[in-house]
């Protein structure tokens, strides 16, 4: 057996593990956040706006139609939804714990 095959393995593992490290470090570097200006950021003030992301609408609900009245509707509406989820998902436990 050739004694270098242990110390080419062994860098190779160190260069892994370097690597790794220098990957994860780079996850938690902070990244530079573009402040836009546009009617959404009225809603920054609300109740669940947090530091990180601010008024956060992933699916673009309020893009294009964004005053107080419809955010309070659909805030309403997904509290309702909720609420609703909920209570299936209790109804559910109930059930399964044999309680008709």
């Known amino acids: ?30 990244a530079p956040v ?27 609900m309020l893009a294009g139609d964004a005053t107080q009245e419809r955010f309070d509707r659909l805030r309403y509406v997904e509290i309702k939804h909720g609420r609703i989820a909920q209570l299936a998902f209790l109804g559910q436990v109930v059930t399964r714990g044999g309680l008709h």
């Not at 393995?9 to 990957?23: C, Q, R």
């Not at 573009?34 to 673009?60: H, M, R, W, Y």
Request: charged share 15%.
């Open 34 to 60: 573009a402040k836009t200006t546009s009617a959404i950021n009225a809603f920054e003030d609300e109740l669940g706006a947090q530091a990180p992301l601010g008024f956060f609408d992933p699916f673009g």
């Open 1 to 30: 057996l050739d004694s270098s095959i242990p110390k080419i393995i062994l860098f190779t593992m160190k260069s892994a593990i370097i690597a790794a490290l220098i990957g994860s470090a780079a996850a938690f570097a902070p």
